[in-house]
């Protein structure tokens, strides 16, 4: 059983930086999607041989990974109150980076995320 969990989430102002990380029992594509209330739930990174972004925040958010650790982080810069939703972390058996929630295997539990005006 794969296990993800989740840290580094927390309330930070407009403007702010956050980074979450996600660490994995094993080496994965991996992914970074979230929710926000009322809203279905959406890609923001992800990350294999190639990585992809969401254009909402490209050139804001960097997605890295450790592969010793076998962690993946989200470096969030610039946030914005539209930021705010809950961030979960997803791993892939097939190690090809996509934005289809559907195509990944696991899933953490989250993490939330909050940006203040």
């Known amino acids: 059983q794969v296990q993800l969990v989740e840290s580094g989430g927390g309330l930070v102002q407009a403007g702010g930086s956050l980074r979450l990380s996600c660490a994995a029992s094993?080496?994965?594509?991996m992914g970074w999607f979230r929710q926000a209330p009322g809203k279905e739930r959406e890609f923001v990174a992800a990350?294999?041989?190639?990585?992809l972004y969401a254009d909402s925040v490209k050139g804001r958010f960097t997605i890295s990974r450790d592969n010793a650790k076998n962690t993946v982080y989200l470096q969030m810069n610039s946030l914005k109150p539209e930021d705010t939703a809950v961030y979960y972390c997803?791993?892939?058996?097939?190690?090809?980076?996509?934005?289809?929630?559907?195509?990944?295997?696991?899933w953490g539990q989250g993490t939330q995320v909050t940006v203040s005006s």
């Open positions: 997803a791993a892939r058996r097939s190690y090809f980076s996509t934005d289809e929630a559907r195509n990944y295997d696991y």
């Open positions: 990350i294999s041989w190639i990585t």
């Open positions: 094993g080496r994965y594509a």
